[in-house]
């Protein structure tokens, strides 16, 4: 048997590091209240908003191997699923999810958004990959167990998982992504309203009530590379990633995150952008017009170079009910078979086994 484990190991690590012997940084702090967190069961609510597309994902964590979640979009339930170690049980509420959990002939990393605008379609994914009587259960709106198909969400070599491609699994892994922001940022350090470099008109994220016991880590931007800036052997120009337009907070209670925020806040680099790479975006036209001319340019140079393009949205993770005793269970009136056809789930069908139930 093959075990899982649902928190990030990595964050374990860092705080082994973080611990070596130096003074703790605000950065090794956060660290540390993640990894604190991260053992506990929990219930989580995740929100991602891209443009009027509102994902939001409610789940329950048990432990490293026990978890179920369910999928919104716009308010349409769309995705149910249940762990429990290698087993997994998915069941379809709208025929939208197979747009929106099916693995995706585009590389998921020039995907910048997932495919919530399909929520309404009324043609499931046609796949040779998904067994007739899976899909048919799928279509009625029945669970669906894959006796060893369970994602895996440690990190890989050989899997890459660009946000937005697959919501659970986002929802499942904002630690790492926290992880991964903190070593992007300029700068990490806990909120003060006193600072003389804190400015509150370009604050989006609400500030810690007095009293409260909760803290607040702040990311920093890094600057806006130029245009003669390079990176890499093969000497790419570099070009702006998220990092440089994200804003992000994380809230710490009684050393454990309950709450993490992120706006990826394009509108105040605008004027920067065009400074920098001597581009005209017309004042006139829409705020969200402008951003989409400046990201769409971007983006073009990341997908052309092989990097993930950048999402503009909005990110929220609550967590509740820290380290109290929750239940996780795997439905009984189910069909057996193999979900390898939605992203992250089972095992990808090769191209001499298409009909094959397989997990892993």
């Known amino acids: ?52 597309t509102h994902i939001q994902v409610k789940g329950i964590v048990a432990d490293d191997f026990r978890y179920k979640a369910a999928t919104t979009i716009n308010d349409v339930p769309i995705w149910e699923e249940v762990v429990d170690d290698d087993a997994l049980a998915d069941r379809a509420l709208s025929n939208g999810a ?18 919530a605008q399909a929520v309404s379609a009324s043609e499931p994914l046609h796949s040779a990959t998904v067994a007739p009587a899976v899909r048919d259960a ?18 890989s070599a050989t899997e890459h998982h660009p946000v937005g491609a697959d919501p659970v699994f986002d929802s499942l892994t904002v630690f790492r992504y926290v ?34 016991g909760v803290s607040r880590y702040d990311f920093d931007r890094p600057r806006l590379p130029r245009p003669q800036d390079i990176s890499g052997a093969s000497a790419n120009q570099r070009i702006p990633g998220v990092a440089n337009f994200r804003k992000m907070a994380v809230y710490v209670k009684d050393g454990r995150v309950i709450q993490v925020l992120e706006q990826i806040d394009v509108v105040s680099k605008l004027d920067e952008l065009q400074r ?49 005793s929750v239940s996780v269970s795997l439905p009984t009136d189910v069909v057996e078979g193999s979900l390898g056809a939605f992203e992250n789930r089972g095992r990808a069908a090769g191209p001499t086994t298409s009909t094959t139930l397989a997990g892993g």
């Open 98 to 115: 197979f747009a929106v959990f099916g693995r995706q002939a585009a590389p998921a990393a020039q995907r910048p958004t997932a495919p």
């Open 179 to 212: 992880d991964q922001s903190i070593r992007e940022a300029f700068r990490v350090h806990k909120f003060n309203a006193d600072s003389l470099d804190y400015k509150p008109s370009e604050d989006p994220f609400p500030k810690p009530k007095k009293g409260s």
């Open 1 to 52: 048997m093959t075990r899982r484990p649902l928190l990030v190991a990595t964050l374990v690590l860092a705080m082994l590091a973080a611990c070596g012997g130096h003074h703790q940084t605000d950065a090794d702090k956060l660290r540390a209240a993640m990894n604190r967190t991260a053992l506990l069961s929990r219930r989580f609510v995740y929100s991602d908003v891209t443009g009027n």
């Open 276 to 324: 920098n790479y001597n581009v005209k975006i017309p004042s006139s036209l829409p705020t969200a017009q402008r951003v989409k001319i400046a990201i769409d340019a971007i983006n073009a140079v990341r997908a052309a170079q092989g990097n993930d393009v950048i999402r503009v949205r909005t990110m929220s993770l609550q967590l509740l009910d820290l380290g109290q």
């Open 138 to 155: 799928l279509l009625a709106h029945r669970w669906v167990l894959d006796p060893v198909g369970a994602p895996s969400l440690l990190p």
